[in-house]
């Protein structure tokens, strides 16, 4: 439960959808090309849904065609999609740049996103560690609030979960990157490990296969054995197959099972592989 809304404990993720492989161009490129009409979009949310993985992360509102196709997951399936908004915005300290930051948000809850949670890019230029505060950051957490949305904070930088709990900021909710390769996370996996653990609120963790560098197996075991049961992982799939494996996956983690999956393919299988 996140701001009195159940969520499940996995999240269909997005960066495989929108050509974010963390890889390359040509990686990216691989992405785009599959998923190149909204059609190909839902296909891979569908099956998320389809397996009580209802819930979406993504920059959803600045997504015409993401937005198009949860839209077709919906008519099909005639269940809502929980969307989790990253909105970039202006976080200049003028009128303008507040004007622009409400319109972001307004966006958002137009979009039909039930969590606005600010992008890291954004979050992360308020941030004092000297003061162990993110100053300014209640007024965009307050205009979140005024479009009936719930907020929360994108904390790739893992202090900011720990400033937010200690200034008592308005917030439901953080996106941590958390897996067992440290990829991308600013400290060693102990400390964010602790932060989490730590945390006043649910945390979706994302990235849990580092963005292809370990296996689903290795990456899904790893987090769902030592998150909290309050907190969530954000994975992301290329097709609609990998979503049904992932989520078995992640079932078999959580009740500490066997996954029924098939084995990976070589060209000459010893007799114990097989």
């Avoid at 370990?214 to 992982?233: E, K």
Wanted: charged content about 20%.
């Amino acid at each position: 439960m996140v701001g009195g809304v159940s969520l499940p404990r996995l999240i269909c993720g997005t960066n495989w959808l929108l050509g974010y492989s963390h890889t390359g161009g040509v990686a990216d490129k691989i992405i785009r090309d599959i998923h190149n009409s909204a059609e190909q979009m839902a296909s891979v949310i569908e099956a998320f849904v389809s397996e009580g993985c209802d819930a979406l992360m993504a920059p959803y509102s600045a997504q015409p065609m993401l937005q198009e196709a949860v839209h077709l997951v919906e008519e099909r399936l005639n269940h809502k999609v929980i969307v989790i908004d990253t909105p970039c915005m202006n976080m200049d300290d003028t009128a303008d740049a507040r004007r622009e930051a409400r319109a972001a948000i307004h966006a958002s809850a137009q979009s039909g996103a039930t969590f606005c949670l600010i992008h890291h890019t954004c979050v992360e230029q308020l941030v004092n560690k000297n003061l162990r505060a993110i100053p300014r950051l209640p007024d965009y957490l307050s205009m979140i609030r005024e479009e009936g949305l719930l907020p929360g904070l994108s904390a790739h930088m893992p202090e900011c979960i720990t400033y937010s709990d200690e200034n008592e900021y308005d917030v439901e909710t953080y996106i941590q990157i958390f897996n067992c390769l440290g990829f991308l996370m600013q400290v060693e996996v102990e400390s964010v490990y602790k932060i989490i653990q730590d945390a006043r609120k649910p945390v979706m963790t994302i990235k849990p296969m580092a963005a292809g560098r370990t296996t689903p197996f290795i990456g899904l075991t790893f987090n769902f054995s030592v998150l909290r049961p309050c907190d969530m992982v954000t994975c992301g799939c290329l097709t609609p197959e990998e979503a049904h494996e992932d989520v078995e996956i992640a079932r078999a983690a959580l009740e500490r099972r066997r996954p029924f999956i098939e084995g990976r393919s070589s060209p000459v299988k010893s007799d114990i592989i097989k």
